[in-house]
């Protein structure tokens, strides 16, 4: 119901709880509705004389606290349960990508994978709708994935739909997160398969146009690919620098005094974008 095909065990763990609550939500709705569809028909007006008024049966007015408390006890167990398994970072991770969302794009770092520069294997967008120009994020399947979550300016929000997961990513706030991407998930086809992935929190003028891609490949072409990359790294575009804690270059955008800020000349010059007015950066500005 409305969840990509996932491809972690986590997102698995997430659809089942999403399909329980449903089977749960139903199951209480079909139950409300025959009990009012029943109470329509066998109680219906029959003469002008008014029925006997009946109120405070006890029984069931225990029963109308009674059961939604369990009702909530039961999603709230299952919630929980899950919560803790996705916020679960002890199993040793195969890969770890460092995340450095920035307006209006995405770094990735794989800290372990160090190149003959001596820097860590690296790959950094712009903001963008076009695939080409999307930075890619290349993962192995059957592997566990950590990701550190970092974020030079505002804050912004990592979204795979098929991990069925988003995190922030806020400055100064690190966050982590770990996946296990299931095996078979590379697809048939060499060069394996292309997932979206989004920034989910509304974080300025080109927060329509912060995507990337994650390209999940088989781990033998996975090390293809970082042995490429440490041979020959890649000129990155210049992405805002997470140590020197740069303040929010357009602090009107990101706030919610402000309003109609989404047009101003000066707001599109990073990464040399076109400054254009964009509906999704003030609709949420209290206009
Ligand atoms: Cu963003």
């Known amino acids: 119901m409305g969840l990509p095909e996932p491809i972690t065990e986590q997102a698995e763990r997430v659809l089942t709880l999403w399909q329980g609550s449903w089977v749960a939500a139903f199951a209480v709705g079909i139950l409300t509705w025959g009990l009012i569809i029943w109470a329509i028909v066998a109680y219906r007006k029959r003469s002008d004389q008014l ?119 806020i400055p100064g706030h690190p966050n982590e997160f770990q996946v296990k991407i299931k095996p078979g998930t590379e697809g048939t086809e060499p060069g394996g398969t292309d997932y979206a992935g989004r920034c989910a929190e509304l974080c300025g003028v080109d927060h329509s146009r912060m995507l990337f891609t994650l390209r999940v490949v088989s781990p033998e072409e996975y090390q293809q690919w970082i042995d490429e990359q440490k041979a020959n790294p890649p000129e990155l575009p210049t992405v805002p620098d997470l140590e020197e804690g740069t303040p929010a270059p357009d602090p009107g955008l990101d706030t919610a005094q402000d309003s109609g800020t989404g047009s101003e000349p000066e707001a599109g010059a990073e990464e040399g974008s076109e400054p254009e007015s964009r509906p999704e950066a003030t609709e949420e500005e209290g206009q």
């Open 51 to 169: 029925p006997p008024q009946v109120r405070y049966n006890m029984p069931i007015e225990a029963l109308y606290t009674v059961l939604p408390i369990i009702v909530i006890s039961v999603l709230f167990y299952f919630t929980a349960r899950d919560q803790a398994y996705l916020m679960e970072t002890d199993e040793p991770a195969d890969v770890h990508v460092d995340v450095n969302g920035f307006q209006w794009s995405w770094q990735f770092t794989y800290e372990d994978e160090i190149d003959v520069n001596g820097n860590p294997v690296s790959v950094a967008g712009v903001p963008s709708t076009s695939r080409d120009e999307l930075p890619v994020l290349v993962l192995p399947s059957d592997s566990v994935v950590h990701f550190d979550l970092e974020s030079p300016d505002v804050i912004h929000s990592f979204w795979i739909p098929a991990f069925a997961f988003k995190m922030d990513v």
